[in-house]
């Protein structure tokens, strides 16, 4: 190593018995200094150690037994060569040894006896590998170089790298900026984004053999006027209102980067930028955003530097996507049932050619349930059916066009409750009601059966009589026999979607009065009595006795009208042996009552 040699040696055998080697002398020689060391017999290698470096030294070795001590052993060569004593003149050649390194030469003869003592040394140098010689350089204004050169080949040399090496000093040992590592098999390299001034390059071979060899002749690279222009400047569309800029690292050999600028413009011949990027100076990208849709945009970049601006880039240019429509349906309006709703709206216009509105979106939302459907574009209207009555509802629309969906517009209602029977008509006679209607018809909605209800208090839900008819009947009758007293009475669809309707208005029926008892008295005379007529909703005017002598008929053999609360009355002056029949009616605010069934007396 630099500071120690450590030496190893076979042991010396043989001689007789009682000739046995005792012990070895080991001698360090440098120039006329010289330091010897005895080891034992057993001992076959040792370290000189604190040497000084670079420096040559000779380490000779002997045997010594009880008889004293042996010849030195031959110094081992690096390099050897046996030749023929007969040649003439004798000459050897050696290949393979090291460049640019001190050789000591000796030799000796040998007779078929033995080799004999060696002459005396002669020292030699080996020549340094040569360096590469045919270096050519083409350049690229401002600032790009290319150097190439041939293969470098010396026998017995592999080359495993090249390195090119650039300097601002000429007289420099080292190089200013870092070498660059290039593969054996690459015989060029360019450099660029050199600032103003002049370099000095070099490349050099390594050698796997023997390492590096000397530079190659200097060649000079004058840089004038700015930094070069950013390379790889690229654009990716990315969207209607966006476009994607990529360029590679810039860097530079002299002087800091400081940053990037952007210039986007519409029309290649204006002075000023439209939309202007500031960027960082490690930045490679940026997005450009909330440009128009459709648009043609021109792109420049610079780099900024600590030695200036560099040249602008070669200009990009780029179209945005058509873009999604920007406004939403306007004008809408709805017609709302119990179970439809239809929306109308204005269509979407406006955009460049190749956006116009292909369809659009009509979202249905009750709650957390959302239901679309998509019309075609020349569809303004549309009806939502099957909706429930009288429950909120929000109609959301948009429109689509090939490049996506646009913002909405939308619309809250609430559905009405099912609605009542229409044509209700009342008539009546003396003895009877007839009420009839039409049949109910509501989309999506089917009657399963009607429902008469007669209350008492108009003001309550429940019924205190119910009729059930079946959905294909259209009227009922009250007749005379129904019951007592005044009812108010209305009449809803029962469906089987959504339950039952909205009542009609109710209509007051005025049944017969309750408690009527008639008896003869005489020949001439019928007692007659009944309960006081109770009007919830309206008032009692009098009452009106009838006697019928044929009780199909309307006309009264004795009519005679009483005053509330008044609630008898005895007829007199009557035919004896005659049969009467009395009928006693009520008279209120909304007429008479129904007649009661007719007493035979």
Not at 280 to 304: C, F, K, M, R
Not at 407 to 422: H, I, Q, R
Not at 549 to 555: F, G
Request: glycine letters at 6%; aromatic letters at 10%.
């Amino acid at each position: 190593s630099s500071t120690q040699a450590t030496v190893t040696w076979s042991a010396v055998t043989g001689g007789s018995p009682g000739e046995e080697v005792t012990e070895y002398n080991l001698c360090l020689i440098q120039g006329s200094d010289e330091v010897c060391t005895l080891v034992p017999a057993d001992t076959l290698s040792y370290t000189f150690e604190n040497l000084n470096p670079e420096t040559e030294y000779t380490v000779r070795i002997s045997a010594i037994n009880a008889f004293g001590e042996g010849p030195w052993g031959d110094e081992s060569c690096t390099e050897d060569a046996t030749i023929d004593a007969s040649l003439n003149p004798l000459t050897v050649v050696k290949d393979g040894l090291k460049p640019n390194t001190m050789y000591r030469i000796r030799v000796r003869a040998f007779n078929s006896v033995a080799g004999g003592p060696y002459s005396h040394e002669v020292t030699l140098q080996t020549s340094p590998l040569p360096p590469i010689f045919d270096l050519e350089v083409t350049s690229t204004p401002p600032s790009t170089f290319t150097v190439s050169w041939s293969e470098y080949f010396i026998p017995g040399a592999t080359v495993q790298y090249y390195y090119v090496c650039i300097r601002t000093d000429p007289a420099s040992v080292t190089c200013d900026y870092s070498e660059v590592t290039l593969d054996p098999s690459v015989l060029s390299y360019t450099i660029s984004n050199l600032p103003s001034g002049d370099y000095y390059l070099t490349v050099i071979a390594d050698t796997v053999e023997y390492g590096r060899v000397p530079e190659s002749g200097t060649v000079t690279l004058s840089v004038s006027g700015p930094p070069p222009a950013v390379e790889n400047f690229s654009a990716t569309v990315v969207s209607s209102s966006s476009i994607l800029y990529t360029w590679d690292p810039y860097t530079l050999l002299e002087g800091e980067v400081l940053g990037f600028d952007i210039c986007l413009k519409k029309d290649l011949s204006q002075s000023g930028c439209d939309i202007l990027g500031n960027l960082g100076p490690t930045d490679t990208s940026y997005t450009a955003t909330g440009l128009d849709s459709s648009t043609v945009y021109y792109a420049t970049i610079v780099a900024q530097t600590s030695v200036g601006t560099s040249l602008v880039s070669d200009s990009l240019s780029a179209t945005t996507l058509g873009g999604v429509p920007t406004t939403p349906p306007a004008n809408i309006n709805g017609e709302i049932s119990s179970t439809q709703a239809t929306v109308t709206w204005s269509a979407v216009t406006g955009g460049s050619p190749g956006e116009e509105v292909t369809e659009y979106n009509l979202c249905l939302i009750q709650g957390s349930d959302e239901v679309c459907t998509l019309v075609s574009a020349d569809i303004l209207s549309y009806t939502f059916e099957n909706l429930n009555p009288e429950t909120e509802y929000t109609i959301r629309i948009s429109a689509i066009n090939v490049f996506g969906e646009g913002p909405y517009s939308g619309v809250d209602f609430t559905t009405a409750a099912l609605p009542s029977l229409s044509g209700v008509r009342v008539s009546s006679s003396s003895t009877s009601y007839e009420i009839s209607w039409n049949e109910y018809v509501v989309p999506g909605a089917t009657v399963e059966y009607y429902i008469v209800c007669f209350r008492r208090d108009q003001s309550s839900t429940e019924c205190d009589k119910t009729v059930i008819l079946p959905p294909s009947q259209l009227s009922y009758t009250i007749s005379n026999d129904l019951g007592f007293g005044q009812y108010f009475v209305t009449v809803s669809p029962q469906t089987t979607e959504y339950g039952i309707a909205t009542p009609t208005d109710s209509f007051t029926v005025l049944c017969p009065i309750d408690g009527i008892y008639c008896s003869a008295q005489s020949s001439s005379e019928i007692s007659c009595s009944w309960d006081e007529y109770v009007v919830t909703d309206g008032t009692l005017s009098s009452y009106t006795l009838c006697l019928k002598v044929d009780p199909t008929t309307s006309s009264c053999a004795v009519l005679q009208g009483i005053s509330p609360p008044t609630t008898n009355y005895t007829f007199t002056g009557l035919d004896s042996n005659t049969v009467y029949y009395p009928v006693i009616l009520a008279l209120t605010s909304f007429g008479f009552t129904l007649e009661n069934v007719p007493l035979k007396m």
